[in-house]
């Protein structure tokens, strides 16, 4: 997928980038800045030009895919119906263009297609209670960690928003590594320590019945610590070496699987001290991130006109936009979901006006739903009389709109990887701001 790589961009062109990228963003920012449950109370349809209502206008899912997100299926081939705009297909570009590289696809991973639910890479002990999902991601980091540590001569790992421990387990008892787990949720960590000493004996009897397969050396649980890491201040806690050697002498390798939001922003606060080595972190959720405080980090960024990211961009921004496009390609009923949840905002303002983006809690199986019967379970939901009367014409109407709303969210995941490539961007900048030595 074409994209821009930051490794081969100099420091300046870095800059030029998140100039570039500030500017689209504020082109593009009623899109971005749009939520989709408000599509017919805001008719975010007639928003759009009306050379881009008549392009995307009557196109099916499958079609979204292909032409405007530039996924085709499988041996297709892209045709356009029509001539689209030039601004358009500009936007189209842009939006390659301008965001860092991304993997296209979403195969399933090797290790899982002889069984769904385990990965072949880890033995029996090491997917116990941990999600396939989990098991790719812990598995994937973990190796990489352990890579990054044997280059960088670092002494010790520390996880930092550790959780229940999976990914320090792994890291600990799996790979060999000195780990200091870092967790701010007391049950957390006790339940992480009753997983280890549970792993733990497992390993013990898995040598015991195969006397063949020889662990090297004594094996560490991971030493688990009770603490909050404030983004705004140095942790000292974290930068504490487990062995007695002089801290002068200790390098730390810091990491995080899913560092939620101001964890990340920590992350990079303290790999700027000098007993921090290297850095292997896996952010997630920027809608959490302080603004400020979390976002701008660069000095660069934070004098940039439109630099701004509220709420709903940074929520955008965590999409995956090559799974939706599956999703379109697949063209299943479940894309009406967000139809149907429009279609309910329109009755809920008639109701209570001042009653804006309640949150729904989730409606199971609605695609086997009727639009009428969404709309009741959703008023239900909210507090709202699920008696209400319905006109049922204008829900009709509303669901006949389906692929209009599906592709309006689609615009706006397109333009969703450019807020995402901001936020990296503006962290790589932070850290070249802090004359850290990396290209």
């Given at each position: 997928m074409p994209g821009v790589s930051a490794r081969g961009l100099s420091h300046e062109a870095r800059r030029q980038l998140a100039v570039n990228l500030t500017r689209v963003v504020t082109l593009y920012r009623s899109i971005l800045d749009a939520y989709i449950i408000e599509f017919f109370t805001d008719n975010l349809w007639g928003t759009l030009p009306c050379s881009?209502?008549?392009?995307?206008?009557?196109l099916n899912p499958p079609q979204l895919a292909t032409l405007l997100l530039g996924m085709p299926g499988e041996g297709e081939v892209a045709r356009y119906r029509s001539v689209w705009p030039l601004t358009l297909l500009a936007l189209k570009s842009t939006a390659y263009a301008l965001a860092f590289t991304r993997t296209p696809g979403f195969q399933t991973p090797s290790e899982f297609l002889e069984n769904p639910s385990q990965s072949s890479r880890l033995t029996a002990p090491f997917r116990k209670h941990v999600?396939?999902?989990?098991?790719?991601?812990?598995?994937?980091?973990g190796e990489l960690v352990k890579k990054l540590s044997d280059l960088t001569g670092c002494t010790q790992v520390v996880d930092v928003g550790s959780g229940q421990g999976h990914l320090s387990r792994f890291m600990s008892l799996g790979l060999g590594l000195m780990v200091k787990s870092i967790e701010g949720d007391q049950r957390l960590v006790e339940r992480a320590q009753r997983l280890d000493q549970e792993l733990l004996?497992?390993?013990?009897?898995?040598?015991?019945?195969?006397?063949?397969?020889?662990?090297?050396?004594?094996?560490h649980c991971p030493h688990h610590v009770v603490r909050w890491v404030d983004p705004t201040a140095l942790c000292e806690e974290l930068l504490l070496p487990l062995e007695n050697s002089p801290q002068s002498e200790a390098r730390l390798l810091l990491t995080g699987l899913h560092a939620c939001g101001d964890l990340s922003v920590a992350l990079l606060r303290h790999f700027c001290r000098p007993e921090v080595a290297a850095l292997a972190s896996v952010g997630c959720c920027y809608m959490k991130l302080s603004d400020p405080g979390g976002y701008p980090l660069s000095q660069w960024v934070a004098g940039l006109p439109g630099r701004e990211l509220p709420y709903r961009l940074r929520e955008g921004a965590c999409h995956a936009l090559e799974e939706y496009a599956e999703r379109l390609q697949k063209a299943g009923p479940g894309l009406r979901t967000h139809c149907y949840r429009a279609a309910l905002e329109t009755v809920i303002r008639r109701a209570r006006p001042e009653l804006r983006r309640p949150g729904v809690q989730g409606i199971p199986r609605v695609h086997e739903l009727k639009i009428e019967e969404y709309v009741q379970r959703g008023l239900q939901r909210v507090g709202l009389d699920p008696h209400l009367p319905l006109n049922l014409a204008a829900l009709?109407?509303?669901?006949?709109?389906?692929?209009r709303v599906v592709a309006f969210f689609s615009l706006a995941l397109l333009l969703a990887p450019l807020v995402e490539t901001?936020?990296?961007?503006?962290?790589?900048l932070y850290l070249q701001e802090q004359a850290l030595p990396f290209s």
């Open positions: 881009w209502q008549e392009a995307l206008d009557g999600r396939p999902k989990k098991q790719h991601e812990i598995r994937r980091l004996q497992a390993l013990q009897k898995e040598e015991k019945r195969n006397p063949q397969v020889v662990h090297t050396g004594p094996r009709r109407a509303h669901q006949a709109q389906e692929n901001l936020i990296l961007l503006d962290r790589l």
